[in-house]
């Protein structure tokens, strides 16, 4: 399964938290408004059923029974949003019939009611639940909501209680003479609410998209840009271009890094134009920690002819440049036939040939040294001279804990070391060993053998001319 970018994983934590957060805070919005519009409602019915209350009261201790009949036939006929209802403790619906009026006459032993010939219509029963937690004991005043006919209501049940100034005419034996209902339509009420929720829903939602869009942008500017910059200049850097800087210019961690990775790679940079010229073979060497062991090389050693002469005629700008094309002609030369540059020795180049091929791969490489150093006019009489030898060196890290080489040393060094040193301009002298290890000597035009003292050697030394195809004349040592 592939992963998601640091810019999706941006955008997903972004849009995760944002929408987490903004999600919280619409739910507690839309809780806290309909818990404040449900607690308003319950006051309102609250203090309407008191006043209710009261009023059934008032009427009842001056006996005007037929007036508090008239109070509740008014009051239902009024279009307030509203509704109001009576019942006894039994369920039944009050003044629907004249049950209330007998047992008042009957308690008081006199007729003090007529009984109504014309009696108002039903009401409808109860809901029995909170009827009964209403009228039971200990009576309690019930809020709940109710349904009816695709309306909505905040209902009240509050109990009429039978207080010990009603007992005259109600009796003593029960606590609650009644229930009073009342009932507010808050159909259009919770229209508004869910309208208000579903704008306050799209305006958290388009909120959440607007901040994740700014701070994504913002994330990305800061760090997401500076990141993906970093990442570019270290994939140029692995594939060998050293020229790409990270721009950033703020002070914080990913400034910091930034800066860190610019003054990496200029440090890589520097180390790459140390090894330009060091083959992959030596490289791989260095980097496998190998130690030091004894191999079969062939060594080339070149020197630039005439240079005391010509630093005398020309300023040390003009010697320190021709010196170093020199040394770089050479080195690419060297380098293309796959020798190593194991050191550059003043005007003075030291390489090392690995492999079966080496001592040809050697000689190839001086016949371009000297043909280039023939043809370049600006050379002005610069020449080169060149020895190669062939032999068992040992090869590792030589030198101390604070300044070590990756080099040759051995027999056949000093020997490539001292024939570079007889050869004339425009030589190239070859031992007897190198000559020996050449597979295909037709390749190349010799002449000699000839007999050569070498320093540190007692006997004279068997070398070899290498010279161009084309060469015919006669040469000495």
């Known amino acids: ?66 007036v508090a009949l008239k109070f509740f036939t008014d009051l239902r006929q009024i279009e307030g949003g509203y509704q109001v209802g009576l019942y006894r403790r039994n369920g039944m619906g009050a003044f629907v019939d004249n049950e209330t009026i007998e047992t008042v006459n009957t308690k008081l032993g006199r007729q003090r009611f007529e009984k109504k010939l014309s009696l108002p219509p039903m009401v409808s029963e109860p809901e029995r639940p909170y009827f009964e937690s209403s009228a039971g004991m200990p009576p309690e005043t019930v809020f709940f909501r109710w349904e009816e006919a695709g309306r909505s209501y905040d209902r009240i049940y509050r109990p009429l209680l039978n207080l010990p100034k009603c007992t005259s005419c109600h ?20 229209s508004a609410q869910r309208a208000a929720v579903g704008l306050s829903v799209g305006g958290f939602t388009l909120m959440m998209l607007a901040l994740a869009l700014i701070i994504t942008r913002f994330i990305h500017i800061v760090v997401v840009n500076p990141v993906r910059a970093i990442g570019r200049v270290c994939s140029a850097v692995s594939a060998g271009d050293f020229s790409g800087r990270v721009e950033a210019k703020s002070g914080d961690e990913v400034g910091v890094l930034a800066g860190t990775v610019n003054t990496m790679v200029q440090g890589l940079y520097e180390r790459f134009e140390l090894t330009k010229y060091v083959s992959a073979g030596t490289l791989s060497s260095l980097a496998a920690g190998q130690e030091p062991r004894r191999v079969q090389r062939s060594l080339l050693f070149s020197d630039v002819r005439g240079f005391t002469s010509y630093t005398e005629r020309h300023g040390a700008d003009a010697v320190v440049g021709i010196l170093n094309k020199l040394l770089e002609d050479q080195a690419r030369i060297i380098q293309a ?30 016949l371009d040294i000297m043909d280039m150093a023939k043809r370049a006019a600006e050379y002005d009489g610069l020449a080169v001279g060149v020895g190669i030898a062939t032999g068992m060196v040992i090869q590792g890290m030589v030198g101390s804990s604070l300044r070590a080489d990756f080099t040759v040393i051995g027999d056949p060094v000093n020997i490539a070391a001292r024939l570079c040193s007889v050869a004339k301009a425009g030589q190239t002298v ?48």
Request: include cysteine.
């Open 171 to 190: 009796g003593s034996d029960h606590t609650v003479r009644g229930v009073i209902d009342l009932r507010s339509d808050i159909t259009p009420f919770l």
């Open 337 to 366: 036939h796959g020798g190593d540059i194991d050191k550059f020795v003043g005007d003075e180049v030291v390489s090392v040939f690995a492999g079966e091929d080496a001592a040809e791969r050697a000689c190839l490489a001086a």
């Open 1 to 66: 399964m592939k992963s998601l970018s640091l810019t999706g994983k941006i955008n997903l934590i972004t849009a995760g938290s944002l929408a987490l957060g903004l999600g919280i805070a619409a739910f507690v919005f839309a809780t806290s408004l309909v818990s404040t519009r449900q607690d308003m409602s319950n006051q309102a019915l609250a203090r309407q059923s008191e006043l209710l209350y009261a009023s059934i009261e008032n009427f009842m201790l001056i006996g005007e029974a037929p």
């Open 430 to 477: 070859i031992c007897d060993c190198s000559y020996d290890a050449l597979p295909n000597k037709k390749r190349f035009a010799f002449k000699g053998p000839f007999k050569a003292t070498l320093k540190g050697k007692a006997e004279a030394q068997r070398v070899y001319l290498l010279v161009p195809r084309d060469v015919r004349m006669g040469v000495s040592l």
